[in-house]
């Protein structure tokens, strides 16, 4: 008993040891390169030079947007350096620092986490380089980096609300299916659409709002039991992503019902499943939460670069798809 | 009384009824019935199709269960079989041609190769059950996502979309499909484990694995058995959920269905040290924890509130189950009667 907690005590001390280093040297390391960046005055790039630390490749909605960033870049004639960081935030942390060493002129990042990032937001501050937030938001003070391009999920529900209204020419019931209970985008759709009916639309009313998980299997599970509890009474449902109105249609035909027609839809999302079943009559409308964010994107960079200011908060360009158009839409949709 | 409360049967059977009492009274339209396009339509036939793919994990469980092991890696094939199927079907998978045989061999060949390697590592390298099976649900995931490239296949313009989606959400004689699938295999393990020495010698291997292994019961090949019915079941059941929604969604099929899979088992009355089983009792069981999952859409529970709801109810079930909760509850009554007399 003796020998091994001794044998663990070598072993923690050398654990510690060898992390103590580690962290050492690169704190030396930072240090040289800030010194030389200092003396050197950092020399402009000619063409416009962009790191990218990506979170990794997680849901088809984030490899739509890794491809519209490497695609843009390509058209630009942009030096990128991408880098994916396989949902760890330390990957995404070294990723920065290399961007920082190499001297780039803008860095753009998704943060896999909120929290955690004054350090290297710091670090890329002191070197003169401004961050650019993509999709997702980190909890730092507004200084550390220069803007913030992504989706209102308010918005969203406000315009979701919008669309229904037309549908069901200002008047009827809607159950509502809601993401994850606590994810930000379920409770802002929640909000912008329950505020929009509140204000504008007082004839509309949701009967029953129950969570789907952002799931078909949960989507289609739910809407089969509202359908029991309102027989008969259900006008619309809106679903706070597609993959859950997906599932809400396969259980209003079992029903006997014609979704899209006896029971309007409306989601949020935009992907491709959702144009098909637009383009098939079962669904109506879905307001886009567009991953396609190059173009924004290196156009904030181009700008900052020119030592223009940006926009604090640059709203993603979404639109509206209709099922009228679903049919010349679907070729286009890349996710 | 007594006799009835022996029957590992009595205490999930008396859980479902109580549930179905408390709609009767609470939840409008819960037990309305009606015919649809020539099938019955209800609350209580959405808790028969939506509890057949637990039903099927749950008997594949209890067996597994019944040696001292468990397998938590059902989730992840529920996910592998389902991504395959789908991609058969869909014909991304370009040499099956979209064919439904083709789909559902493989799909149920991947399930019964997962439960071999998990028999493996059990029997032969004799790693714990957990651990064993750990592995294959952590990568699991991981070869669905793969097999997909990571995006959610759709299944809707595939030529056999049709009979695919019967497999999950068709109706027979009025019934949902899925639930035949379920009576059929559960008679066949019955018959298994009941008409032949198999169920006996799960048995004794759950109750004292070195004794039945030295009075000459083939253990190692029981223990692989038992993984591999637990893989072909699961895969079966990820085809299932997956024609149900016409698509593999890699990263949420079967996601903690490994839990409610464990818990039916013990709704059903079983022990989890293993020994003594019985399969139509963890089947009650999937019942029971179904008919909550459908109680709570029905009467409309707060989406904040549901997992602490259904927690309480488990939490009730599970002390009723409790002998010595029991006793204790009978001692406290009686006392009550004497300070009252």
Redesign the interface.
């Given at each position: 008993m003796a020998k091994k907690f001794f044998a663990l005590i070598v072993v923690l001390t050398m654990v510690l040891g060898i992390t103590g280093c580690g962290s050492q040297s690169t704190g030396n390391q930072q240090g040289d390169t800030k010194k030389t960046e200092e003396s050197t005055e950092k020399p402009k790039n000619e063409k416009l030079v962009i790191g990218f630390a990506q979170i990794g490749?997680?849901?088809?909605w984030r490899?739509a947007e890794t491809f519209s960033i490497l695609q843009e870049a390509e058209k630009l004639g942009v030096d990128l350096k991408f880098s994916d960081a396989q949902q760890k935030q330390e990957n995404q942390i070294k990723a920065i620092r290399t961007f920082i060493q190499q001297g780039v002129d803008v860095i753009g990042v998704a943060p896999v986490v909120e929290t955690g990032w004054e350090t290297v937001f710091k670090e890329a501050k002191d070197a003169g380089i401004p961050i650019i937030l993509v999709d997702r938001r980190a909890a730092v003070p507004e200084d550390l980096y220069a803007s913030f391009i992504g989706s209102d999920f308010i918005l969203e529900g406000n315009n979701a609300a919008d669309e229904m209204a037309k549908l069901l020419n200002n008047k009827g019931n809607i159950v509502e299916l809601?993401g994850t209970?606590g994810a930000s985008a379920a409770t802002d759709r929640m909000k912008g659409f329950k505020d929009q009916l509140a204000a504008k639309y007082p004839d509309m009313k949701i009967i029953?709002?129950?969570?789907g998980?952002?799931?078909?299997?949960k989507g289609?599970?739910?809407m089969?039991?509202?359908l029991?509890?309102y027989?008969g009474q259900i006008n619309g449902v809106y679903g706070h992503n597609d993959?859950m109105v997906?599932?809400a249609i396969?259980a209003i035909k079992?029903?006997?019902l014609k979704p899209g027609v006896d029971i309007k839809t409306v989601s949020v999302d935009g992907?491709?499943?959702l144009f098909?079943?637009m383009a098939?009559g079962e669904a109506n409308v879905t307001v886009e939460c567009n991953p396609l964010l190059g173009p924004q994107f290196f156009k904030a960079c181009q700008d900052l670069k020119d030592g223009k200011t940006t926009e604090k908060w640059i709203k993603s360009e979404e639109s509206v798809y209709r099922a009228e158009t679903a049919k010349d839409d679907l070729p286009n949709r890349k996710y | 009384m007594k006799n009835l409360t022996k029957y590992k049967a009595f205490w999930p059977t008396v859980a479902f009824v109580v549930l179905l009492i408390f709609n009767a009274f609470f939840t409008k339209n819960f037990f309305a019935i009606s015919i649809v396009d020539g099938h019955l339509f209800g609350n209580l036939i959405d808790i028969i199709k939506n509890v057949s793919p637990l039903a099927l994990l749950s008997i594949g469980m209890t067996l597994v269960i019944a040696t001292g092991g468990i397998d938590i890696s059902v989730g992840s094939v529920v996910a592998i079989s389902g991504a395959l199927a789908c991609s058969i079907i869909d014909k991304r998978l370009g040499f099956f041609d979209g064919s439904l045989a083709a789909a559902l061999i493989f799909g149920l060949l991947a399930g019964v190769l997962c439960g071999l390697w998990n028999g493996f590592l059990v029997s032969k390298v004799k790693i714990q059950p957990i651990v064993a099976t750990l592995i294959l649900m952590t990568a699991g995931r991981g070869v669905a996502q793969l097999i997909t490239k990571g995006k959610i296949v759709t299944i809707n313009s595939a030529p056999m979309m049709k009979q695919y989606y019967f497999l999950g959400a068709g109706y027979f004689l009025g019934l949902p499909f899925a639930i035949f699938i379920v009576a059929i295999i559960l008679v066949g393990m019955l018959m298994l484990v009941r008409k032949t020495a198999f169920g006996l010698f799960l048995e004794s291997l759950g109750i004292n694995s070195r004794s039945s292994r030295l009075s000459g019961v083939n253990t190692d090949r029981i223990k692989l058995v038992v993984y591999t019915i637990s893989g072909f079941m699961a895969a079966l059941s990820g085809i299932l959920i997956s024609s149900n929604i016409k698509g593999a969604d890699c990263n949420n099929a079967g996601l903690f269905i490994e839990m409610d899979a464990i818990l039916s088992v013990a709704i059903g009355g079983n022990s989890l040290a293993g020994g003594r089983f019985s399969i139509t009792s963890s089947v009650l069981g999937a019942f029971v924890i179904q008919c909550l999952t459908t109680t709570v859409y029905a009467f409309g529970v707060p989406p904040e509130t549901i997992l602490l709801v259904k927690a309480f109810v488990i939490v009730i079930l599970c002390l009723f189950q409790s002998q010595s909760f029991r006793q204790k509850l009978m001692a406290w009554r009686e006392g009550k009667k004497v300070h009252s007399a």
């Open positions: 490749q997680e849901s088809g490899d809601q209970v029953a709002s129950q969570t998980d952002f799931t078909r299997a289609k599970e739910v089969e039991a509202f029991k509890a027989p993959d997906l599932g396969e079992d029903a006997g992907v491709k499943g098909e079943a098939a | -």
